[in-house]
């Protein structure tokens, strides 16, 4: 089924550790978006996307990083992950600017212990 | 902090009854979008209202924009209990990257059999 793809779903990591959440869409996309959900705050744009190779910081983007090298592909990496990362991150794709709405992957839900 | 703001927090309704949510923002806007997260699941897409447009319609949802005082409204006609969910606006301010939206904290919508 066309959409975003999120995996892992869930995944408890040691404070410290790195790892990569990965957000793959079929329906080629230029706009490209990771954010993170946490309680009573709403969603948070941590970094995004304008096309393969094109990245650019949201409002939360210390402690991650990204690339697009494809325009399908769009992984989040977790540095060395802190307990202040523990959230649900939710990753999103839109064609041409947003202006159609963007589409939802189903979300990692992270614990860092 | 460049979010809009939902208002209420909470709504509990019976089924059959109307729901309405608010959403107010800050500065001005290219379009706004309002999405349906149910629990545990990502965000959908339900509407974009454009800022040269004052009212939009798709099924039993309508949305309104008022652009001179800032806000916005979504109407759920005849409410189901499958309507349950967290709604959330989304603005694309004007000034702003394009496509990058900022999302509020959400409404929190029961509806009761």
């Known amino acids: 089924n066309a959409g975003v793809t999120q995996t892992p779903k869930f995944q408890v990591l040691k404070t410290g550790q790195s790892m990569t959440l990965q957000c793959a869409q079929d329906?080629?996309?230029?706009?490209m978006s990771w954010y993170r959900q946490d309680p009573g705050m709403g969603l948070r744009l941590i970094h995004y996307s304008v096309g393969a190779g094109i990245t650019d910081q949201g409002e939360v983007p210390n402690g991650y990083n990204v690339s697009r090298s494809t325009t399908e592909d769009f992984p989040l990496r977790l540095l060395s992950a802190a307990p202040s990362q523990t959230s649900v991150y939710f990753c999103a794709s839109s064609y041409g600017q947003g202006a159609r709405g963007y589409t939802f992957g189903s979300g990692t839900r992270l614990t860092v212990v | 902090s460049q979010q809009g703001e939902e208002d209420p927090q909470a709504l509990s309704i019976q089924e059959g009854e109307n729901a309405t949510m608010n959403c107010s923002y800050k500065?001005?806007?290219?379009?706004l979008q309002w999405y349906r997260q149910n629990s545990g699941r990502g965000l959908v897409h339900l509407i974009l209202i454009r800022s040269n447009e004052r009212e939009k319609h798709s099924g039993r949802l309508r949305v309104t924009l008022d652009t001179s005082k800032k806000s916005s409204s979504l109407l759920i006609t005849a409410s189901r209990a499958a309507d349950t969910a967290s709604y959330f606006c989304a603005t694309d301010y004007r000034g702003s990257t394009l496509g990058r939206l900022y999302f509020g904290r959400g409404t929190q919508l029961t509806v009761w059999p």
């Open positions: 500065t001005s806007i290219n379009n």
């Open positions: 329906m080629n996309h230029e706009y």
